[in-house]
């Protein structure tokens, strides 16, 4: 007799999956990943983190330097200073790209895709040449400095509007893409029940984009308070945290209170990348399979109010960039306005020079060609092992970490990890590959998610038939996988490009005379009091951005159709 079905039932033992030499070799590739992340995240931040704790001598003496800190007025009004203006900048952006956005995608207005491209432009541009132009607009010889009332444009007015045209592509793309996924569905029950068009503005189409609104605050606020151009071009007396970094160390020479005031403005870029984490996590999808993709009806009166309302925003766009390019060619603002091109002589300018305008096309290049393959086959590995769940979060989550780092922090940083006595990579440091590695580093996490998001598009089942027919796992790699992603591939090619052009807060610690950039340049030109120069430099880095991003657009074009033809059947 049993006791029930299960009597003398012998369970057999769990049998763990036999580990492969493929999936050695994958784990072996994810340790080098591992060891890069270690070397270019997480000791550097390590060592800044216990600089702070040190005197000068390298002594431990506990929290003396942040009581230091916080007990000089100077330096700890910056925090007020930082927050006001980023919090002014953000909500004066994400209102403004919240209404260009809403014009793209609910009206029916003419020119759409060249008002879109227009307010990418301030991507290709470092954030010093905004500041640069409303000199020339607002300053004390500016051209329309009357609309200023009396007030100057050195202060929290002028870096509030620099930063708001520099922002303002990043919250663009944020909350036209999260406009775009509409059903039009709601819509429509909106109207059979009634509702006026008020009232189905705030019941369906805001709540369907609050979540790409807080997205936009963040990264807006994010980027703000970690700037270091604008500030430090027409920021005059108003302190703000990443430029007293920049004054602590080089104008100082006093590391530690660098280190502390690093800390300081990690943490509320920290925070808001936390905060923007936990709400992205509460998103749910409001696009079903059954959806249907929201029409605008043409409306003349709003089609002009909307075009009326992006005609505007698109002028102050072009315009700011057309005076820094008028100021770059005139001969001597503002008593010779002839046109010359004496400002693109580099060479003969304090702290400028053509060199630095090569060297960065060559970082730009191998930060694209080394990044790129890096990050990618890094994400690859990530998705694409088997097992080791413990050591693939772990690297997922060190791949996170750049994101929450302020460019200039981890550019101090580096100074401290890669000049310390006995470290064996010492030798990279004041050379172009220092350069390189912050920078792809900087910009790993957005690259690292792109790759991410097109590798889990792909289904596990491309390896597993591979797997079945015995064929090695990189020729799969190479021959399946690169093909299909090929679009996300080069979209973080260009990516690294056209951010290792126009970054500043990352290098500006770890170049050398050899290795000048031309984003360092500018504002060593502006420095020096080579004004137009400088927005000479400025124009020079948008132009070749614009050029690399034409150049991608058609490269794209070409290989999605041979790379893309299973798409279309």
């Not at 580990?19 to 000791?43: C, N, S, T």
């Not at 775009?180 to 429509?188: I, M, Q, T, V, W």
Request: proline fraction near 4%.
């Amino acid at each position: 007799m049993t006791d029930g079905p299960q009597a003398g039932v012998i369970e057999a033992p769990l049998v763990k999956p036999k580990v492969g030499r493929e999936d050695w070799v994958m784990r072996a590739g994810l340790a080098v990943i591992g060891v890069y992340l270690l070397v270019a995240v997480v000791f550097p931040l390590y060592t800044i983190l216990s600089k702070s704790f040190q005197d000068e001598r390298g002594t431990f003496i506990g929290l003396d330097n942040y009581a230091e800190y916080f007990a000089t007025p100077a330096l700890f009004y910056s925090i007020n200073n930082s927050l006001t203006v980023s919090v002014i900048s953000m909500v004066i952006t994400v209102g403004l790209a919240f209404g260009y956005a809403y014009g793209l995608t609910r009206s029916c207005m003419p020119g759409k895709g060249v008002f879109k491209a227009i307010a990418l432009i301030p991507i290709l541009a470092p954030s010093l040449l905004p500041a640069i132009s409303l000199r020339y607009l607002f300053g004390a010889q500016g051209m329309i400095k009357g609309l200023l009332m009396g007030e100057t444009i050195y202060g929290p007015i002028g870096i509030v509007i620099g930063e708001v045209f520099w922002t303002f592509p990043h919250a663009l793309l944020i909350i036209f893409t999260a406009l775009s996924l509409s059903d039009a569905r709601l819509y429509e029950a909106a109207e059979a029940l009634g509702a006026s068009k008020l009232r189905t503005f705030f019941t369906v189409t805001l709540p369907g984009a609050k979540y790409g609104l807080i997205s936009a605050c963040f990264v807006v606020f994010t980027l703000v308070i970690t700037d270091f151009g604008v500030p430090k071009v027409i920021g005059g007396g108003y302190n703000v945290l990443a430029v007293d970094i920049y004054k602590q160390v080089v104008g100082q020479r006093n590391f530690q209170m660098g280190a502390v005031v690093g800390l300081v403005l990690l943490a509320p870029a920290l925070l808001a990348f936390i905060a923007d984490r936990m709400i992205q996590g509460k998103q749910v999808a409001l696009l079903s399979a059954r959806a249907v993709p929201y029409e605008p009806r043409p409306d003349r009166r709003f089609d002009l109010a909307m075009l009326a309302f992006c005609g505007t925003v698109a002028f102050i766009i072009i315009g700011i960039l057309a005076v820094a390019q008028f100021a770059a060619l005139v001969k001597f603002w503002p008593y010779n306005l002839s046109l010359v091109l004496d400002s693109y002589q580099f060479d003969l300018m304090d702290g400028g020079s053509w060199g630095a305008f090569w060297n960065s096309l060559k970082m730009a290049a191998w930060t694209a060609v080394i990044g790129t393959a890096v990050i990618f086959t890094g994400a690859y590995l990530v998705e694409k092992s088997k097992g080791f769940e413990h050591g693939r979060g772990l690297i997922q989550l060190m791949c996170m970490i750049p994101l929450a780092v302020p460019g200039i922090v981890l550019g101090l940083a580096y100074i401290f990890f890669f000049n310390a006595l006995g470290n064996p990579l010492g030798f990279i440091y004041h050379t172009l590959i220092i350069l390189v590695l912050c920078t792809i580093t900087h910009f790993y996490t957005v690259s690292h998610l792109t790759a991410t998001t097109a590798l889990k598009q792909m289904d596990a089942e491309f390896e597993a038939v591979s797997s079945s027919l015995k064929v090695p796992f990189y020729r799969t790699f190479v021959r399946v996988t690169v093909p299909v992603c090929m679009p996300a591939i080069l979209d973080i090619s260009i990516y690294l490009f056209v951010n290792a052009m126009t970054t500043v807060s990352a290098v500006i610690f770890l170049y050398s005379a050899d290795t000048q950039l031309a984003s360092v340049a500018v504002l060593n030109m502006d420095d020096a009091g080579d004004t137009a120069p400088a927005a000479a430099m400025g124009m020079m880095i948008v132009y070749t951005s614009a050029t690399v991003r034409l150049l991608h657009f058609l490269l794209t074009r070409g290989i999605a159709r041979r790379t893309q033809a299973w798409r279309k059947r």
